[in-house]
Structure formats: C-alpha cells, structure tokens
C-alpha cells in the first residue's frame, strides 16, 4: 500500500495495524485501492483533508456493498467484517491523518511568491 507516494501515508499505517491484528485483505484488493486514492488526495495540492477522508469513507462502503452484491462476500459476519474494516479505515485516518495529511500538501504544493504568483497564474 502506498507505493510511490511522497510520503508514508494512512495506508501504510492502517496496513500496518491490520498486520499485527493479522486480518488479511486479500479478499477485499479494492479497499486497498480505497486507500491509496485516499493518500494519493492528501499529496495533491489544495486538496482538503475533509475531501480526502470523506472520499475515502465513501469509497470503502461502495466497496463493501459492491463485493455484497457481487456475492464476494458469502454471509452477514462476511460483510459485517468489511464494513468493519471500512469504518476502521476511516477511524485511522480521522485520528491519524493530520501529520500525513500536512506532510502530504508540503510535499506537494509549490510555493510562490505573492510577486510571482500572478505570471504563474498565467502561465497556467
């Protein structure tokens, strides 16, 4: 999770946390792709970090209700488990993503002088 991004985002955190509770997602790849979109947001430039986590929270219950309806997941504890997982990936970045979240934009935004914004502006 995570790969190629600026910085050590939410994911690797969540993925981390998910490791030592040694729950696999294997069976759910799309919350993974949850996951870097939402990380991916945090280093995009004037992004907010509300955008990005409600993104992110809308994402990881579409997935849970698509695997339901695809029959990927086989039972009531199957989908319970996924929005479980959904809603444990939101906690995380809602107590998490403020440092990720700031290093993300840092990373991310180029800083222009007042002088100089205006011929960048338009350069645009």
Do not use: W
């Amino acid at each position: 999770m995570g790969v190629g991004h600026l910085v050590s985002g939410i994911c690797l955190l969540f993925q981390t946390f998910l490791l030592f509770l040694q729950i696999d997602l294997s069976d759910l790849p799309a919350l993974e792709s949850c996951c870097n979109s939402h990380d991916i947001c945090y280093e995009s430039c004037g992004k907010s970090r509300s955008e990005c986590d409600r993104v992110l929270q809308q994402c990881a219950k579409q997935v849970c209700v698509d695997a339901s309806n695809q029959v990927l997941l086989s039972g009531d504890p199957a989908l319970a488990t996924c929005k479980t997982l959904s809603n444990m990936m939101f906690e995380t970045t809602n107590f998490l993503g403020c440092t990720p979240f700031v290093k993300g934009q840092q990373a991310a935004c180029e800083c222009v002088s007042s002088k100089n914004e205006r011929s960048h502006k338009s350069e645009l």
